[in-house]
């Protein structure tokens, strides 16, 4: 009797411990909250964006978090729990209340987001201080003259704040001035490519900085109204001008034979020179995405900046040991299902004069491909890739740049969105393209999940001598989404639900792409 007691007394402490450190977790994890920073964020029934949608939460939403697998947040919601994206929610950090940073080097870049694609918004010099606010994986955000940026925690110190004096500011937020460096630039109500267009502006416009939230600023327009420009397709400045005087020995080498040297600053002013592959010239002056160079015997000339290779492009952290060692970080913390830290440029075929072709019912090629590349865009920003689009508006981008773009963001994919057309109306499908050896295996996934979402025939993937394949040393590839000169066709393609199935298969293909790199 005596040791069926001691027997069961013994079974009941074995079964209380076991509880005591779950327990502990629970509440340990429970002591952490999130609070919603969009306008509606989806809660699922997983950690990942396949799982079911098991309802929603809204902007400043506080939840209560107790647990996390990767990216994804484990929250308590209403009498379950479920699982939203990390990326679209805050969690307090602790440990930065009273801090401040130090900056180890020269030219450490502030960002508007924490991520090294996004805008730079100023730099800092060696032993620089500024208020520390939070931290996010790699990187701290500070207050850098009166507007948040973000540095590289790798090349700053994170000290106890003192009563020491930040650096004065050159300018103010109301100071600081937005440049337009592209031909036509929507202006959005909202920072979001799927947000509403409340106007246009062109090269050459300057605005006062309102605000910035990640890729995008905030500026008042001539009529008074406020809007949202993508940053990428403009830089920031502190004077009224947006050219520089270069006072160092920059030089510029051409990278491609044949490449136009122009009387102006525009790709419609008379060429005056072609230069030949390797061939270096002194650089007197920037004026957005030209230099203006020195031909000898007294003449000028000028040169865009997407076909050549700067002198000063190595001689930084910006272009060096900081942003080679950002990107490495960035993809090796991407956790699969997402595309968090992953860099994809999304090019929108033709644009501007170059319509590209003209549909059997009358469709534009160029004004489906915006569509098509806008909600490609959002999709993928939704599950934390940082977007570019070599366009945004209807505007012409030279060839040439579009691969530019990719290079200059070290860009991990590169999307070509475009519509075929052929002399024969009864011809149909879809195909992708690729060049190099090293782009097919994204064009191999891509036109799986393409396929997987939507009916039209498979012409398969084949490879395909495409300037912005050819000359690409990113992954890159070119889809034909149906050909424009089938009557049936067309009509099908241009619709919304093509373009919602078209994009989600594509983005299925990256997802499924970027899964495969990960050990």
Do not use: C
């Amino acid at each position: 009797m005596n040791n069926k007691i001691v027997h069961k007394l013994v079974t009941l402490l074995l079964v209380f411990s076991l509880f005591i450190p779950f327990v502990n977790i629970q509440v340990q994890a429970q002591e952490q909250e999130a609070v919603v920073s969009v306008s509606s964020l989806k809660v699922r029934s997983g950690p990942g964006l396949t799982y079911d949608t098991i309802g929603s939460v809204h902007k400043n939403d506080k939840l209560s978090v107790v647990g996390k697998e990767n990216d994804w947040l484990k929250v308590k919601y209403k009498n379950t729990t479920g699982w939203v994206a990390s990326w679209y929610a805050t969690i307090e950090t602790e440990g930065l209340d009273n801090k401040q940073i130090v900056s180890k080097v020269n030219n450490l870049n502030v960002r508007t987001a924490p991520s090294v694609s996004s805008a730079v918004i100023g730099k800092l010099n060696e032993g620089e201080k500024y208020v520390a606010h939070q931290s996010e994986d790699e990187w701290v955000e500070i207050d850098y003259n009166g507007q948040k940026g973000w540095v590289n925690n790798t090349y700053v110190t994170i000290v106890e704040h003192t009563a020491t004096k930040a650096p004065s500011p050159t300018s103010s937020i109301k100071e600081k001035k937005f440049v337009i460096s592209v031909d036509a630039l929507n202006v959005r109500a909202k920072p979001d490519l799927s947000s509403k267009k409340i106007g246009q502006v062109n090269k050459g416009d300057q605005f006062n900085v309102l605000a910035t939230d990640h890729q995008w600023v905030q500026v008042e327009l001539e009529s008074g109204k406020k809007g949202w420009l993508y940053s990428f397709y403009g830089s920031f400045t502190n004077a009224v001008g947006s050219s520089s005087k270069t006072t160092s020995s920059e030089s510029i080498t051409v990278l491609y034979s044949g490449t136009n040297i122009r009387a102006e600053s525009n790709t419609n002013s008379e060429v005056v020179k072609r230069a030949a592959a390797g061939e270096s010239f002194k650089v007197i002056e920037t004026i957005n995405d030209w230099f203006k160079i020195d031909l000898g015997n007294g003449k000028n000339g000028y040169i865009a900046n997407w076909v050549v290779s700067s002198s000063e492009e190595t001689n930084t952290p910006e272009t060096s040991k900081e942003t080679e060692k950002e990107q490495k970080k960035e993809k090796v913390t991407r956790k699969k299902g997402t595309l968090k830290g992953a860099t994809i440029v999304i090019d929108a075929g033709h644009g501007g004069n170059d319509r590209g072709t003209t549909g059997a019912l009358g469709t534009d090629e160029k004004d489906i491909t915006l569509k098509t590349a806008e909600l490609l865009s959002s999709k993928l920003q939704a599950a934390g890739a940082n977007v570019r689009m070599t366009r945004q508006s209807d505007e012409y981008v030279d060839l040439r740049k579009r691969v530019s773009i990719a290079h200059q963001v070290n860009a991990d994919a590169f999307i070509s969105l475009h519509y075929d057309a052929i002399n024969n109306s009864s011809v149909r499908g879809y195909t992708t393209y690729y060049m190099n050896s090293h782009q097919k295996e994204l064009a191999n996934y891509v036109h799986k999940g393409l396929g997987d979402m939507i009916s039209l025939k498979n012409r398969g993937v084949q490879p395909g001598n495409y300037l912005v394949l050819r000359e690409n040393k990113q992954p890159a590839i070119l889809i034909e989404l149906g050909y424009l000169s089938n009557p049936t066709e067309e009509q099908h393609v241009t619709t919304r639900a093509f373009r919602e199935q078209a994009t989600h298969g594509i983005y299925n293909g990256i997802i499924d792409y970027f899964d495969s790199q990960l050990k």
